[in-house]
């Protein structure tokens, strides 16, 4: 349900974050960021560690200011002089995040955690009538019968139960957009799809908009297959588009590195390895000239040392920042944007 009409949940234009650190210098962590978020979208983040995809994240629930550049929210300008951003609008933006227990507050049952945002949002009065929809709730999240877990406190809980727990408190207060930064991270591989269809159906069902965020594709790909992929690189989004579009033909070598590391994708290498020049991450703040992929870049010419590519459309929804990429190109094994 993208609702092109009205105005974006939130709206990044050109927004920048920089870090000052003790030392005087800069740490530039986001750097000409654009996305727009609308009612019932999927968007997944994806990325090495340290590229921003956190950052992002806090940008987008109001958290972080910019630097530079505007992040407005259901149209209006957060960050503008003497803006108050009202309440009902504040929790329409939730987060989950990906250690369940540190957001979790240990020294209360699951019923008192959850029951404070029902009391809010559903104006239930009275204890008994709370303790119903606690016990409802837990039942849709999946933990049934409610009654083992209704009086129980966060550390008798395992990581997936405790991450179901994030997700009903998230919801419950029916927001509009969910960031999720890393859910399914920290839970048991096997418990991981689970987590991600409940939070599929919290979109299906309720319209709910997610940002997705992960440095794992295939989840990305599986939590939004229908959805739009953000591949962000030291802080710049690299690529975007529809998640099928990119996957099938990846138009930046970043992420042409990242699918052949993935066994069985179109573009795998039998080896595993990235194809890539270096391993080596370049340091934010100290970042390479031009484009700043291009010392591990397998195709850098000396333009892409020289000059910073700007995101461009290559074809409708797929846009990419890579100067050689161009639409026609299927990737092949080893053969370059
Ligand atoms: N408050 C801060 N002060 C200084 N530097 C910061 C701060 N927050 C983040 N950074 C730096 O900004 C960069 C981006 O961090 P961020 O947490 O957004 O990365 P990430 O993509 O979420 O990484 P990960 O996958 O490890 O969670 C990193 O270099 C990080 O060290
Ligand atoms: S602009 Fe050059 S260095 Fe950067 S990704 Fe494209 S080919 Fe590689
Ligand atoms: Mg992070």
Redesign the pocket.
């Known amino acids: 349900m993208n609702t092109e009409t009205s105005p974006p949940l939130v709206k990044l234009t050109a927004v920048d974050i920089r870090f000052g650190l003790a030392d005087g210098r800069v740490l530039q962590a986001g750097h000409q960021l654009n996305l727009s978020i609308h009612a019932g979208d999927m968007i997944a983040v994806i990325g090495e560690s340290g590229c921003g995809k956190s950052t992002l994240g806090k940008v987008v629930l109001g958290l972080l200011a910019p630097s530079a550049g505007s992040v407005e929210i259901a149209g209006q300008n957060v960050w503008a002089r003497g803006y108050r951003w009202p309440k009902a609008q504040r929790l329409a933006i939730q987060a989950i995040h990906q250690d369940p227990f540190s957001s979790l507050n240990p020294v209360r049952t699951l019923a008192q955690i959850l029951s404070p945002g029902l009391k809010y949002h559903s104006q239930t009065q009275g204890r008994e009538a709370i303790r119903l929809q606690v016990h409802e709730l837990l039942n849709a999240v999946g933990l049934t019968p409610s009654e083992r877990f209704i009086d129980k406190y966060p550390f008798q809980l395992s990581g997936g139960q405790k991450q179901r727990v994030a997700i009903a408190r998230a919801t419950l207060l029916s927001p509009r957009l969910i960031v999720a930064d890393e859910p399914v991270a920290a839970v048991d591989s096997s418990l991981r799809l689970a987590i991600l269809d409940l939070m599929k159906g919290c979109n299906r069902e309720q319209g709910t908009a997610f940002l997705y965020i992960t440095h794992d594709l295939a989840t990305a790909r599986y939590f939004a297959p229908e959805g739009q992929l953000v591949v962000m690189y030291l802080g710049r989004m690299v690529e975007t588009g529809q998640i099928e579009a990119c996957i099938q033909r990846p138009a ?3 992420l042409q590195a990242l699918l052949a590391a993935i066994p069985g994708s179109a573009t795998a290498r039998s080896d595993g390895e990235l194809p890539l020049r270096s391993l080596e991450m370049p340091s934010p703040i100290d970042p390479p000239s031009g ?1 700043v ?2 010392p591990r ?1 397998p ?3 000396l ?2 040392e020289q000059e910073a ?1 700007q995101l461009r459309s290559l074809s409708p929804g797929h846009s990419v ?5 161009t639409a026609e190109v299927t990737m092949e094994k080893g053969q370059g ?1």
């Open positions: 930046h070598p970043y484009c992929f291009h870049c195709y850098a010419v333009r892409c590519p920042a890579c100067h050689l990429a944007p």
